[in-house]
Nanobody
Framework: QVQLVESGGGVVQAGGSLRLSCTASGRALSSYIMAWFRQTPGKERDFVAAITRSSSNTRYGDSVQGRFTISRDNAKNTVLLQMNTLKPEDTAVYYC?????????????????WGQGTQVTVSS
């Protein structure tokens, strides 16, 4: 079992930045590919970013490419999402998730453990 807790969400003006953190307990995050997804009311969760166990590769959703950066610190059992140049359409609940596979999947079904989410609101 892995317990994931996201933090760092909040309210920010368009053009601003936030950094989200996801901290794990129960098992080492180094065992997993890690990803961030986001969800708005009435919609499915959308893929945001993923990172391999060793941080050698990353993958981003088209809408965040060039603005968001995913990173991890396995020693601290933490995954980060640096979000820059935020837009109102980035407003969502952001979730981190684990994947014990080998591919940087964009599909929700590939991910096993999920956090409770942290709200990000970008005002115009």
């Amino acid at each position: 079992q892995v317990q994931l807790v996201e933090s760092g969400g909040g309210v920010v003006q368009a053009g601003g930045s936030l950094r989200l953190s996801c901290t794990a307990s129960g098992r080492a995050l180094s065992s997993y590919i890690m990803a961030w997804f986001r969800q708005t009311p009435g919609k499915e969760r959308d893929f945001v970013a993923a990172i391999t166990r060793s941080s050698s590769n990353t993958r981003y959703g088209d809408s965040v490419q060039g603005r968001f950066t995913i990173s991890r610190d396995n020693a601290k059992n933490t995954v980060l999402l640096q979000m820059n140049t935020l837009k109102p359409e980035d407003t969502a609940v952001y979730y981190c998730a684990t994947n014990d596979g080998v591919l940087l999947s964009t599909r929700q079904a590939a991910y096993d453990y999920w956090g409770q989410g942290t709200q990000v609101t970008v005002s115009s």
